[in-house]
């Protein structure tokens, strides 16, 4: 008989919580309420635990030793990258490739497929509300291939004006990198619909994925990008760790990105022959703990599963969205049909630093500022916002919580 | 007499030693920041801009007959301009040699140190790191 599997992600919110021990805190005399997730989610202890065992059991250098503990460490990473191809679908283990986060992901994929690819006038489509990350590491290499970058432009409600796209994909289009959901304003975009046209002008698509890996599910099969990329700590997993994927066939081609131990199979003064994928994506020792980490955070994403963790984010989104309309005075940025729970907004004649530190005075944790999409804000004629991103563990009470502070931080300031 | 920088923290902790919590130090500060016209609009320019992350500010520097520097400021955060106030209000008037060695020991003392963190991003670090370099220039220049 198979033993009943842990419960490490329960259906309850306030057993939920118990699994998060740092919302357990005060924060300036009042309890925690942290509104940040989408800079960053807190870690369930089962995340927590699996870098404590792996220090405590099994800590080896992995692929390199013929040893016991060597192999231990070797299997976990493995078995990690098996989890993530699975999370997402993709169709082999050596089309995920372990990075430290979406940054490093994208700038990956520019550094070795742009570089080696883009010609001087090819076209690089980004959009209005792209994350500074996928953003300079693309002007790095237009201005290195003279390639020229070209952008997606956005309706009032926070959404890609879909309809400029048939003028701005053409036959000079080879890149197209996009978010699939906005750190920013929390649009889900409609990416398939951009994949396909780009694959018809016979681009290639990376999709920014940081901001939807924790809320949506994603299947890179379906959606047919080339690139898929995110961050383990933005779904409960450890920071230092990402994943790009690629196609297979992309990936093969592509040239190595960094050099070093792990990355080659021969080397040899006069000649040095690259490892197979994924490794050779891979140079020097990994983030052996926080892969193993990442691979323990989808099993706690999936555990919860999509359509549980759904119906609550849908609840406090509806909830924020509700509460802050109202609130006289208040603007939310980003009014799509489809959102992640956030939501971004400003108090009239506040600037959103003040509102940030009156909140912060009486434990509530939000974002304020640019959030690194100044093109978004200047397209909005703005110079930011304050964000509160919603996770799994918020509940319905802490919104009401969050209103009353709103209201005395807005009194204040008036 | 007049008082000297020294005094003029002393003075200022002992304004917010009334206060008995969060709440009306800040009613306190925001008073401050709505109070003050700050800044001359003409040198509310990129020349006079500090950047901090989050809040701008603007600096200004002036020396008078007598030796001393005449600082004015403004912030597009209320919260800043408030502290700024405080700041201004400590090392304006000041001699240049006095604004230079000056420790700003008030600001921790009336619990508001957290404002002079870099992560906070707003511009008083900045600021009155600037207002000693200005210090620093024209306590140089013949009186
Ligand atoms: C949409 C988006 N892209 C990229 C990033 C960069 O992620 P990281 O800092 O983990 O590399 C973020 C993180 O804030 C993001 O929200």
């Given at each position: ?6 419960i ?8 939920l ?5 740092l ?12 509104l ?9 202890l ?47 283990d ?6 430290s ?36 590491p693309w002007?790095m ?18 959404e890609?004006?879909?309809?400029a ?12 990198a996009?978010n699939?959901?906005s750190?920013?304003?929390?649009t ?18 990376l999709i ?12 890179v ?15 409960y ?27 080659i ?25 926080g892969?193993?980490a ?11 599963g ?11 989104l ?7 309309h ?31 530190t ?16 100044q ?40 | ?10 003075e ?19 008073e ?9 609009e ?28 005449l600082?004015?400021?403004d ?47 707003n ?21």
């Amino acid at each position: 008989m198979e033993a009943e599997p842990m419960i490490i992600a329960p259906h309850n919110i306030e057993q939920l919580r118990e699994e998060f021990p740092l919302l357990h805190q005060k924060v300036n005399g009042s309890p925690l309420i942290y509104l940040d997730n989408a800079a960053t989610t807190q870690k369930p202890l089962y995340v927590i635990e699996s870098i404590t065992n792996y220090y405590t059991g099994y800590n080896a250098n992995i692929h390199r030793g013929v040893h016991h503990l060597a192999n231990l460490a070797t299997d976990a990473f493995e078995k990690a990258r098996n989890k993530v191809k699975r999370f997402i679908s993709a169709s082999t283990d050596s089309e995920i490739i372990f990075t430290s986060g979406t940054t490093d992901a994208i700038n990956l994929v520019a550094q070795t497929f742009g570089k080696s690819t883009l010609q001087k006038g090819d076209e690089i489509l980004l959009s209005v509300m792209e994350h500074h990350s996928n953003i300079v590491p693309w002007q790095m290499v237009a201005e290195s291939t003279g390639a020229k970058i070209r952008v997606i432009p956005i309706t009032s409600s926070g959404e890609w004006d879909l309809s400029a796209l048939d003028t701005l994909i053409g036959e000079r289009t080879r890149i197209v990198a996009v978010n699939h959901v906005s750190n920013a304003l929390g649009t889900i975009n409609p990416v398939k619909i951009l994949i396909d046209k780009a694959h018809i002008a016979g681009a290639k698509v990376l999709i920014d994925g940081a901001q939807a890996i924790a809320h949506i599910p994603v299947h890179v099969g379906y959606l047919d990008c080339d690139f898929y990329c995110f961050s383990g700590h933005k779904m409960y997993g450890p920071t230092g760790t990402g994943v790009l994927y690629g196609k297979k066939e992309l990936l093969e081609m592509m040239p190595p990105y960094r050099g070093g131990g792990e990355m080659i199979e021969t080397v040899s003064f006069e000649n040095t022959t690259f490892n197979r994928l994924p490794h050779k994506f891979e140079a020097g020792t990994p983030n052996i703990e926080g892969v193993i980490a990442l691979g323990a955070a989808i099993e706690f994403i999936e555990q919860l599963g999509w359509e549980w963790m759904n119906e609550q984010e849908e609840l406090l989104l509806q909830a924020a969205t509700e509460m802050l309309h109202s609130i006289e005075g208040v603007k939310i940025y980003g009014t799509s049909k489809h959102k992640v729970p956030v939501v971004s907004f400003l108090a009239e004649g506040i600037h959103p630093y003040d509102l940030g530190t009156l909140l912060d005075k009486q434990g509530i944790a939000v974002r304020t500022g640019h959030h690194c999409t100044q093109p978004l804000w200047d397209w909005y004629k703005i110079s930011g916002t304050l964000r509160a991103s919603f996770s799994v563990y918020n509940n319905l009470e802490e919104i009401g919580i969050f209103k009353q502070a709103l209201l005395k931080a807005i009194s204040l300031l008036k | 007499m007049k008082m000297g920088i020294e005094e003029k923290q002393q003075e200022v902790i002992d304004e917010f030693g009334v206060f008995s919590d969060w709440m009306q130090k800040y009613e306190y500060i925001i008073e401050l920041g709505k109070e003050l016209p700050l800044i001359d609009e003409k040198y509310k320019t990129d020349d006079h801009l500090i950047r901090g992350c989050q809040s701008r500010v603007w600096l200004n520097a002036a020396m008078d007959e007598s030796g001393v520097i005449l600082f004015t400021a403004d912030s597009d955060a209320i919260i800043t301009k408030g502290l700024i106030a405080l700041v201004i209000r400590v090392l304006s008037g000041e001699k240049p040699t006095d604004i230079v060695g000056a420790d700003l020991h008030f600001v921790k003392d009336i619990g508001l140190q957290e404002h002079l963190s870099p992560t906070r991003s707003n511009g008083l670090a900045s600021m009155i790191k600037q207002m000693k370099i200005y210090a620093l220039a024209m306590g140089r220049l013949p009186a």
